[in-house]
């Protein structure tokens, strides 16, 4: 299946988004030398979350400076040969994050005309250079019940970037966080430019053991690779429907984030690493780990250090 380049990246999590915005911040948490060490793990892309603070200000108009970082960011991925996907991870009005305490997006025409906007001035910016950078819309839906607000919101952003970007790859996610199972609600793509996205943090209780911010698992319950009846098989089986979908309608199927939390020891994250990577490569599927460095999923963490080079080997 075409992947457009776009098959072996690493998020940048934690630069543009999930984080405190102060200058220090957004000047030094990701470096040229990053983009240096990334291309040289053999990745072809990166994936850059940002939030719409960063290149919005609260009455809507640009923050140049966000868009100086946005540049800079993108200058040292072509300097390095590395293709780059631009993530919204928040809007104004959504956020993955309930703590972010965004809200009202799907039910405002005034926050998804916001929306809509923003895109478009992304557009005018990135739009021109489809083969180095794609742009992914909105990073995790959330509830099903936004199902069908979130494919209107989509096809008309489409419409407003392709009016700008005729020829930009446009990646799409469903609901219940970017599930692989959502990928089948998704409308039919737009055009032949669309990728369809899921996320991959299965089986929670194993990538997440430990997490304080979800109340779907209990953070002090750990469990080994051994006993959380991960299989290939158990991958292949969650990504059926999406992997069907993709090919019914000839769209490239990428994983936007997958990765497995601080918790867990180095041995068993890659066993996680090659069982989930063994279908990726059974049918093509573009992907981009969670995440470089920090937020408890860090793939510099030291944690890594005896088993880096063999999980890379299977990224």
Wanted: hydrophobic fraction near 40%; aromatic fraction near 14%; proline fraction near 3%.
């Amino acid at each position: 299946m075409l992947h457009h380049g776009f098959y072996k990246g690493i998020n940048l999590g934690g630069w543009f988004s999930q984080c405190d915005y102060s200058d220090t911040h957004l000047s030094t948490f990701i470096s040229e030398q990053d983009f240096a060490q990334i291309a040289s793990w053999g990745m072809d892309h990166v994936r850059l979350p940002i939030d719409y603070n960063i290149v919005e200000n609260e009455d809507g108009s640009w923050k140049a400076e966000g868009f100086a970082l946005l540049d800079q960011a993108f200058a040292w991925a072509k300097k390095y040969h590395l293709k780059a996907i631009l993530d919204l991870h928040k809007t104004a009005g959504y956020s993955f994050d309930e703590g972010e305490q965004e809200e009202g997006f799907f039910d405002s025409p005034a926050l998804q005309e916001r929306f809509y906007r923003l895109w478009e001035e992304l557009s005018r910016h990135y739009g021109n250079d489809p083969d180095i950078i794609a742009f992914e819309l909105l990073n995790e839906v959330t509830d099903k019940a936004y199902l069908t607000a979130w494919n209107r919101i989509a096809h008309e952003c489409i419409v407003r970037i392709r009016a700008i970007a005729p020829k930009v790859l446009i990646l799409v996610g469903g609901y219940d966080n970017n599930a692989a199972w959502a990928v089948p609600d998704l409308d039919p793509p737009f055009d032949d430019r669309i990728v369809y996205n899921f996320h991959c943090y299965e089986p929670l209780r194993f990538t997440h053991q430990g997490a304080t911010w979800t109340d779907k698992i209990d953070p002090a319950v750990r469990i080994a690779f051994e006993d959380s009846e991960t299989t290939e098989q158990y991958f292949e089986e969650l990504f059926a429907d999406a992997v069907n979908t993709a090919k019914k309608y000839n769209v490239p199927l990428y994983c936007g984030e997958y990765g497995v939390i601080d918790r867990v020891s180095g041995a068993d994250t890659k066993k996680w690493y090659e069982c989930i990577h063994a279908v990726f490569e059974r049918h093509g599927i573009g992907r981009c780990a969670w995440t470089y460095k920090a937020l408890d999923f860090g793939l510099t963490d030291s944690r890594l250090d005896g088993v880096r080079q063999d999980l890379l080997a299977n990224l």
